[in-house]
């Protein structure tokens, strides 16, 4: 099979075959390149993608990557940033391997392929040229021939005319013979001709053209191979990325069986607890004691004398309503501050008196009171943005509850021992480096490293102040957190005695022949009553009662939320003493109550306030 034999008259069909074969091939070569471009496109988005979701640095995203939820999107991110590089791989390959050698190629061939065809056309006009000096030694042959039979025939006429001279025939004759002579020349020269066409006819048919027809079927055969091979690499180029891409889709469902829901709760726990003991049981408030009390004018009058008779009504500890009344009240109950108090004054100068003790807020209430503050208050939210900003903030951390003022010291703590370590590393290099020096002067001088070492002694004194100043914050929260846990635990022993009061108290209602008991019954029983029922006016509740009196011993400047501000020689009431934490609660009038240290003011309890 050559096209040289089966198609050696078919010289400008291959021609435009060729040409066609060129064009598929620079179309390849284009359908190549825009598949690079888009891999390249590709790749680009998905780091743009990768990049937008990244962490930014010292941002309270970053904060948030510590769950393993996030950290596993995190993983799957930088897998996607690879996944990316791999479509970079696939565009460089294939514009290296594919797009590059195959234009090299195309202009190769172009070249190949015109200069065959040059060929052929220098043949075809080769075996025209012959063919047409053929044509023109036949018609002068047949010129020669025609002119030599006239000759004869002028001659026979002039010869047998009898009134022509001789000379005349004579003349004719030779002419005849001339012409004669002269077809015979042309007939020779024909002749030549004829045999030379035949020979250079068959040399450019069977010879010539294909040979020529031949190269150019080879270079189209390797046109078609190397196409070929251009798609197998086009495919492959792809293979060979797939098993990295596989070990980033692998990495990326390792990331997400590495999700530990349980540990995410636990953190959870551990970033948001506060420290704060959730509210005690609404004590009971027993409304018909006054129609079961004996009538007494003497009672009565007692009883509305000494004020004794409030705590009856009103014997509700801190902060056990706020799911049920209103926000006003809630903000009160729930104010009570955890701060130490400031000292009192050595005198009662106004300028001797601390500006008082940071807002107990931040520190007392519960979380769902805080969402609630934050919702309804703008500067709050204003304070609470700058916090999380890095704000300046107190340094001991005390704006924070308890469980994160804690977490807080304790960083703070193991910071600082880091930075000691560092520079303890750095003061043993220089001490080793010294001692080089005293045993080889040559290497340096030991005195350089002096002031340096000296630095970094006072840097390490600095810093182990600093950790002594942060631990003695860090153990005094500590107590605190233990004392609550203390006292929770011992209020269920004291809810588990109060059911066997309860019962008591009852046994005492229904053995009394007309339903009466006396005061200081009435007093410690509903003291220790526990919830039973609620009244359903919880709006409408009536302020705590006073549990006694006292004067103010110096002025205090009440201006952080949830304290009062008295001034010294004030008195006031009491209605709810001091838990421990240096705080007593008082009350000037119906609309005005608050927190005041405990120290800077003297308190007169009642006599059953006291027993209570």
């Known amino acids: 099979m050559s096209w040289g034999t089966e198609l050696w008259d078919q010289f400008d069909n291959l021609e435009k075959h ?41 941002s309270k995203e970053e904060e948030e990557y510590r769950y393993t939820s996030a950290r596993a999107f995190l993983a799957t991110l930088n897998e996607m940033n690879d996944y990316a590089g791999q479509h970079e791989v696939i565009s460089e390959n294939m514009t290296s391997l594919i797009t590059g050698e195959l234009t090299r190629y195309v202009q190769e061939l172009k070249q190949e392929r015109k200069s065959h065809f040059h060929d052929g056309r220098k043949a075809q006009q080769h075996i025209e040229t012959c063919w047409k000096q053929l044509e023109a030694s036949k018609r002068r042959f047949e010129r020669d021939c025609k002119e030599a039979d006239r000759a004869q025939q002028y001659f026979e006429k002039m010869d047998a005319d009898i009134n022509v001279t001789k000379a005349d025939v004579e003349k004719a004759r030779q002419q005849a013979q001339l012409r004669h002579q002269m077809a015979e020349d042309s007939k020779a020269e024909y002749s030549s001709t004829l045999q030379k066409f035949n020979s250079e006819q068959h040399d450019h048919y069977y010879t010539h053209i294909p040979h020529i027809f031949q190269k150019i079927q080879e270079m189209e055969e390797r046109r078609i191979v190397r196409i070929g091979e251009s798609m197998k690499t086009f495919a492959e180029v792809d293979r060979q990325v797939i098993p990295i891409i596989g070990k980033c889709l692998d990495e990326i469902t390792k990331a997400a069986e590495s999700i530990d829901h349980k540990n995410d709760s636990q953190l959870v726990i551990e970033a948001f607890k506060s420290g704060f003991e959730p509210p005690g049981d609404v004590d009971f408030e027993d409304f018909t004691q006054p129609m079961k009390r004996t009538v007494s004018e003497s009672s009565l009058s007692n009883s509305r004398a000494d004020g004794k008779s409030e705590p009856k009504f009103g014997g509700k500890s801190k902060g056990k309503l706020w799911p049920f009344i209103k926000k006003n009240k809630l903000m009160s109950l729930l104010t009570s501050p955890h701060q130490p108090p400031p000292p009192p004054p050595a005198s009662a100068s106004p300028s001797a008196v601390p500006n008082g003790p940071q807002s107990p807020k931040q520190q007392k209430e519960p979380l769902s009171h805080r969402f609630n503050e934050f919702m309804t208050s703008k500067p709050k939210i204003h304070c609470f943005r700058s916090l999380k900003r890095g704000g300046a903030g107190p340094e001991d951390f005390s704006n924070l509850p308890p469980e994160q003022r804690r977490k807080k010291l304790q960083q703070k703590v193991d910071e600082l021992n880091r930075d000691i370590q560092k520079e303890m590393d750095q003061r043993d290099a220089l001490t080793k480096m010294k001692d080089v020096y005293i045993k080889n002067p040559q290497m ?5 490293v002096d002031h340096r070492l000296a630095e970094l002694g006072q840097n390490i004194e600095k810093l182990r102040l600093e950790v002594q100043k942060f631990e003695a914050w860090l153990a005094e929260v500590e107590g605190r957190l233990s004392m609550r846990s203390e006292a929770r635990r011992q209020s269920g022993l004291y809810e588990a005695q109060n059911t066997s009061a309860v019962n008591s108290c009852a046994q005492d209602r229904e053995s009394s022949p007309d339903g009466s008991y006396t005061e200081e019954q009435s007093q410690e029983t509903e003291m220790k009553v526990p919830a039973t029922d609620f009244d359903d006016e919880f709006d409408d509740e009536e302020p705590l009662p006073t549990i006694g009196t006292c004067k103010a011993l110096y002025t205090f400047e009440g201006q952080n939320e949830g304290t009062i501000s008295v001034a010294e020689g004030e008195m006031l009431y009491v209605i709810e003493e001091d838990k421990g934490d240096g705080w007593t609660r008082i009350r000037r009038n119906e609309d005005e109550e608050g927190y005041v240290p405990t120290s800077y003011v003297e308190v007169y309890l009642d006599k059953n306030a006291k027993d209570s």
Do not use: M
């Open 18 to 58: 060729t040409q066609w074969g060129i064009d598929v091939l620079e179309k390849f070569i284009k359908f190549v390149k825009e598949r690079t471009e888009i891999e390249l496109s590709y790749a680009k988005q998905l780091r743009n993608l990768s990049k937008k979701y990244q962490p930014k640095k010292n």
């Open 444 to 448: 340096g001088d030991a005195a350089s």
